[in-house]
C-alpha cells in the first residue's frame, strides 16, 4: 500500500521568504510523485512531477521539489514567496507500475505574510 | 494543453432530486477519468474510476446506486447524483488521466441540497 504524509497543515511564510512544504510517502515500488496546488473553489493544478531521471524537479510558478529516495521525501520548494503562492498544496503519488491510482496528503494550506 | 472542464461549476437543487455533472477533456482523449469529492479542509477523496466503455470501478464505502457515472466517449465522463440529499452537499471534482501517469483536474462541481 501507499501513503502519503504531509507534515504541517498550515504554514505561513513572510512575503520574500522561503517556502518549504514537506512530503514524506511509503511505497512498496518505485513511486511516481506530484505536487498539485489549490485555490478556493478551484481544481488542482499539476505544479511539477517525479517520474524518473532527475531527482530535482523544476515545476511552474518558479516551485522544485526533489526526490529523495533515501529520506523516502518529495520536498516542495521555492526560493521567494509572493502573495499569490497562498493557497492548499497537495502531494500525491501512484505506483509506477502502471496503476494510476492516486493516493493525496492531507494538505498544507500556504499562507503569505505581506 | 491538457485542459479538463466540469459543467456546472455550481448547482443547488432541492433533496430528492437528480444532478448530473459533466467532465470534459477539451485537447486530449482520455480513456480514464477519476471522480473525487472534497469536503470542506479536507483532502480529495477518490469515489470511483471511469474507463470509457466499461463500468466504473467505486471505492469502497461509495454507494454505485446512488452515484452512477457514465464514461460514454473518450473526452466525456458524467456523474449523477441520484435522490440527492443535504449530506450530498460537497464539492466534486473529476480528473482525466493524460498519459499514462498524470491527471488532469477539473475545476469542480459545488454542489449544495436544500
Known amino acids: 500500500a501507499q501513503s502519503v504524509t504531509q507534515l504541517g497543515s498550515h504554514v505561513s511564510v513572510s512575503e520574500g521568504a522561503l517556502v518549504l512544504l514537506r512530503c514524506n510517502y511509503s511505497?512498496?515500488?518505485?513511486?511516481?510523485l506530484f505536487w498539485y496546488v489549490q485555490y478556493p473553489n478551484q481544481g488542482l493544478q499539476l505544479l511539477l512531477k517525479?517520474?524518473?531521471?532527475?531527482?530535482l524537479v523544476k515545476g511552474i510558478n518558479g516551485f522544485e521539489a526533489e526526490f529523495k529516495k533515501s529520506e523516502t521525501s518529495f520536498h516542495l520548494t521555492k526560493p521567494s514567496a509572493h502573495m499569490s503562492d497562498a493557497a492548499e498544496y497537495f502531494c500525491a503519488v501512484i505506483h509506477s507500475g502502471g496503476y494510476q491510482k492516486v493516493t493525496f496528503g492531507t494538505g498544507t494550506k500556504l499562507q503569505v505574510i505581506p | 494543453g491538457a485542459v479538463v472542464s466540469q459543467h456546472p461549476s455550481w448547482v443547488i437543487c432541492k433533496s430528492g432530486t437528480s444532478v448530473k455533472i459533466e467532465c470534459r477533456s477539451l485537447?486530449?482523449?482520455?480513456?480514464?477519468m477519476f471522480w473525487y469529492r472534497q469536503f470542506p479542509k479536507q483532502s480529495l477523496m477518490l469515489m470511483a474510476t471511469?474507463?470509457?466503455?466499461?463500468?466504473?470501478?467505486?471505492e469502497q464505502g461509495v454507494e454505485k446506486d446512488k452515484f452512477l457515472i457514465n464514461h460514454a466517449s473518450l473526452t466525456l465522463s458524467t456523474l449523477t447524483v441520484t435522490s440527492a440529499h443535504p449530506e450530498d452537499s460537497s464539492f466534486y471534482i473529476c480528473?482525466?488521466?493524460?498519459?499514462?501517469?498524470?491527471?488532469?483536474f477539473g475545476p469542480g462541481t459545488r454542489l449544495t441540497v436544500l
Open positions: 517525479y517520474t524518473t531521471g532527475a531527482t
Open positions: 485537447d486530449f482523449q482520455a480513456t480514464t
Open positions: 480528473s482525466a488521466l493524460g498519459g499514462t501517469d498524470t491527471q488532469y
Open positions: 471511469s474507463n470509457e466503455g466499461s463500468k466504473a470501478t467505486y
Open positions: 511505497s512498496s515500488v518505485p513511486p511516481y
